[in-house]
């Protein structure tokens, strides 16, 4: 039984030793004037990811979050019934993210990434939201612990279902012009 109980140990801390989760994730905030000439809004994120490294290639991971504003990265929603039906200011969205990531190259403190994902969104009092798709980012390790991360682009498909008679909408295609964000990640 000492034996059993000793491999038992030996093999935990072996994993833990060579575990690498890491939690983190994105914050943002900014203001937001709608078409109408209504006033600015202040729109807010709240992202917060958790993950896990695989090997040196591969990591699993999952963003929960809280929007309220213009939806997240890589939504591109702002066109026909979505911007008609709701104002895209008064928005709020929560949404989970599982992902994979592949790091595509590493020089020293610097690897880029593609983080392949589903997002399932709902917008309070409008609709779902369903996308799939790639982004790529670029991880700078300040130390061992502490990253610096940041995701610019979407490639993909998403589909915005609105509550009641509204008409869904589909998008696919490369988004690069409202898709960046920044974030900074702690490694344990």
Known sequence: MKKILLLAVVMFASLNASAQFYVGGSVGFGSVKPTGGSDSEFTFRILPEFGYNLNDDWAIGIILGYQKGFPFEGQNLGKGDFNTQYQYSKTEIFQISPY???????????????DGGITFGSFKDAGTLFSLGIRPGLAINLTDELSFVTHIGFLGFENYSPKGEGKSGNNFGLDLSNSCSFGVYYNF
Do not use: H, N, P, S
Not at 100 to 114: E, H, P, S
């Open 100 to 114: 994979a990531r592949y790091t595509a190259i590493g020089w020293d403190q610097v690897k880029l990434f593609f």
